[in-house]
């Protein structure tokens, strides 16, 4: 139980265009999903906080308007980078907590390896 | 000071040794522990969740937190070559208002064979 998946798995796209990261949880009902990004050697980075049917939190240094992201379902968040560029490029992981688990235990996606050209 | 502070090593052991991690944090909003194990590009795997200091054990790993000096520890008896990964560990609480979880930097740990 409490599998996650995003698809896709890798992506490569030019300076300036947008990507869109699919997140789903498998065999649970999310209400609340996390976005996280994670450059090389170093920790994740909590990007924001999706709550299915409402607007996302964001943490401070993250522009909502270049991340966007919707949570349309509750067994699907959507990360939007927009006109993204070479510094955008990342290792972005979605986690999900399930209605019966801890306050904290989060169940992670496999990750999406973003490549801005 | 850093909110979570974790050696990233490398840590390089032989097979079948026992294998010490270590985070310390300085909030003390945090009462909520979690150990996660990480594969070269995919996404972390949840190890251990505590919330207590003291012991828990699972199998051959054994979590370990201690409140009063903000300390927590993941020992892996018998290692194995397929526990090298990165461990990251992780603190849950009460921040600003809102639940945070905040991730160490992670320790990649090598066992040999």
């Known amino acids: 139980g409490a599998v996650v998946s995003q698809h896709p798995s890798w992506v490569i796209c030019k300076s300036g265009t947008s990507v869109k990261i699919e997140c789903r949880s498998l065999?649970?009902?999310?209400?609340?999903m996390f976005w996280y990004r994670q450059f090389p050697k170093q920790s994740l980075m909590l990007m924001a906080t999706?709550?299915?049917?409402?607007?996302?939190?964001?943490e401070q240094g993250v522009e909502k308007d270049k991340f966007l992201i919707n949570h349309a379902s509750l067994t699907l968040s959507t990360l939007t980078v927009t006109s993204a560029h070479p510094e955008d490029s990342s290792f972005y992981i979605c986690?999900?907590?399930?209605?019966?688990?801890?306050?904290?235990?989060?169940?992670f996606g496999p990750g999406t390896r973003l490549t801005v050209t | 000071q850093k909110e979570v502070e974790q050696d990233p090593g490398p840590l390089s052991v032989p097979e079948g040794a026992i294998v010490s991690l270590n985070c310390t944090y300085s909030?003390?909003?945090?009462?909520?522990f979690m150990w996660y194990r990480q594969y070269s590009r995919k996404g972390p795997e949840l190890l251990m969740y505590?919330?207590?200091?003291g012991n828990k054990e699972d199998g051959r790993f054994t979590a370990q937190v201690d409140k009063s000096s903000k300390y927590i520890s993941l020992f892996i008896r018998d290692s194995q070559p397929s526990d090298s990964a990165t461990y990251l560990c992780?603190?849950?609480?009460?921040?600003?208002?809102?639940?945070?979880?905040?991730f160490g930097k992670g320790t990649k740990l090598t066992v040999n064979p």
């Open positions: 505590t919330y207590s200091s």
């Open positions: 909030n003390s909003a945090f009462q909520y």
């Open positions: 992780a603190m849950g609480g009460i921040i600003g208002g809102s639940e945070k979880l905040v």
């Open positions: 986690s999900a907590r399930t209605p019966r688990t801890g306050a904290y235990e989060q169940y």
């Open positions: 999706s709550n299915e049917g409402s607007k996302a939190t964001y």
């Open positions: 065999d649970f009902q999310a209400t609340t």
